[in-house]
Every structure is written in structure tokens, then in C-alpha cells.
């Protein structure tokens, strides 16, 4: 089955500064991968995903790169906001069937004022 | 924007009882999902509902659990006799807004079972 690995697991920046979350998996049929946020005491809540037909999606501050040679991607966040620090999962599924997809360990991320 | 509802947020419950989470899904949504996550652990697939059935199931989802929609609102997942290692946050999830199964999740902000 499908593995994935994130890194690093916890993260502190400071505001301003910019924060990358690196993912690998292991299934070349993985095609969809999806990035979420988990704020405390909250469900994880998709924030940006990606298709393996694209090699970069961008949206406002945040943005994910795709490598499907390597088997990674990349979550990008520029301009850190203190209301960005939360857990970030990556996760990898096929697009068909994307519900079932499989975590990785979570990034614990902190933005310092 | 709506949401996937779960209830309760917490349940306490002793071992060997048998508990049912219960959610509500996103109207119109056709798929539905249940995710169960270890404190400080990852998030992991248990169970899957389309159609009103199974659509895939992990090894962890084994006969102690079991899912229905007993309703056209409802989504609940039952665990027959529960075990200490089954203390988890417990996530539903749903999609499908169009009918495709690959619209993106929306999930709920969990049920956190304690069994004691």
C-alpha cells in the first residue's frame, strides 16, 4: 500500500518569514495530493491539492510543487501570519478515489510574532 | 459554508461497551467517510459509504466495526465492543457534491472517544 513521509515535523518561523513541508510516497499510481490543515480542536480542512498532470498549483500565499519522478511534493507558505501556525497534513490518493487517502505524520507548524 | 457535523465531541465509554459516533454530512454530498486519528499520530483511513454500502474498508475497520446511514441525514459508525487501543479522534468526512468521488474532503471536527 501507499506510504508517505513528511518532514520536518515541527517548524518555527518567524513571521514574515517562509515555511516548506516536504512529502515523499511510494505508489507511482498515487496521482491526487491533497494538503490540509488542522487547527486545535478542529477537523483537517483542505487548504490546497494538486494533480500529477501539474508540477505547481499556486494560491495566494500558499503553494505546492509536485516532483512525480522523485515521488515528492511541497507545500510552500510565503509570508508567514501568526494564524498560520497549525498542523499540516500531506496526504496521497488516486483521483478517482480520493477519499481514501493516506496521511502523513503532520508538521507542527508555529509562527513566533 | 456548510459543514459536516459529528456528535458528541467527546465519549467517554468503559471497555467492552459498545458506542455508535454519529454525523451528519454535507447535504447533497454521496460519499462518506469515516478517518480515526491517535493522538499524535496520523490521520488514517478506517471506512468508506457510498450508495449505502461498503465501498473500501482499511484492515484496521475489522467486525467490531460497523457503519450505517440510517437515514437520508445520518452517517454513524458503531463499534461493538470497544477496547483501549480503540481511543482515537474519530473523523467523518464527506464528498461528492457533484456525484464524482474525486471532489475534496470535507471533514468534521471529530468525535474523541476515551475508553476506559
Known amino acids: 500500500g501507499e506510504n508517505v513521509e513528511q518532514h520536518p515535523s515541527t517548524l518555527s518561523v518567524q513571521e514574515g518569514d517562509s515555511a516548506v513541508i516536504k512529502c515523499t510516497y511510494s505508489d507511482s499510481a498515487s496521482n491526487y495530493f491533497p494538503w490540509y490543515k488542522q487547527e486545535l480542536g478542529k477537523g483537517p480542512q483542505l487548504i490546497i491539492d494538486?494533480?500529477?498532470?501539474?508540477g505547481e498549483k499556486k494560491d495566494q500565499r500558499i503553494a505546492v510543487t509536485l516532483n512525480k519522478t522523485a515521488k515528492h511534493f511541497s507545500l510552500h507558505i510565503t509570508e508567514t501570519q501568526p494564524e498560520d501556525s497549525a498542523v499540516y497534513f500531506c496526504?496521497?490518493?488516486?483521483?478517482?478515489?480520493?477519499?481514501?487517502?493516506?496521511f502523513g505524520d503532520g508538521t507542527t507548524l508555529t509562527v513566533k510574532p | 459554508e456548510p459543514e459536516v457535523t459529528q456528535t458528541p465531541s467527546h465519549q467517554v465509554t468503559q471497555m467492552g461497551q459498545e458506542v455508535i459516533l454519529r454525523c451528519v454530512p454535507i447535504?447533497?454530498?454521496?460519499?462518506f467517510y469515516w478517518y480515526r486519528q491517535i493522538l499524535g499520530q496520523k490521520v488514517e483511513f478506517l471506512v468508506s459509504f457510498y450508495n449505502n454500502e461498503i465501498s473500501e474498508k482499511s484492515e484496521i475497520f475489522d467486525d467490531q466495526f460497523s457503519v450505517e446511514r440510517p437515514d437520508g441525514s445520518n452517517f454513524t459508525l458503531k463499534i461493538r465492543s470497544t477496547k483501549l487501543e480503540d481511543s482515537a479522534m474519530y473523523f467523518c468526512?464527506?464528498?461528492?457534491?457533484?456525484?464524482?468521488?474525486?471532489?475534496?474532503?470535507?471533514f468534521g471536527n471529530g468525535t474523541r472517544l476515551t475508553v476506559t
Open positions: 494538486i494533480r500529477s498532470n501539474v
Open positions: 468526512a464527506s464528498s461528492g457534491r457533484t456525484g464524482f468521488a474525486n471532489s475534496p474532503l470535507h
Open positions: 496526504a496521497a490518493s488516486i483521483f478517482t478515489n480520493a477519499g481514501k487517502s493516506t
Open positions: 447535504s447533497n454530498h454521496l460519499y
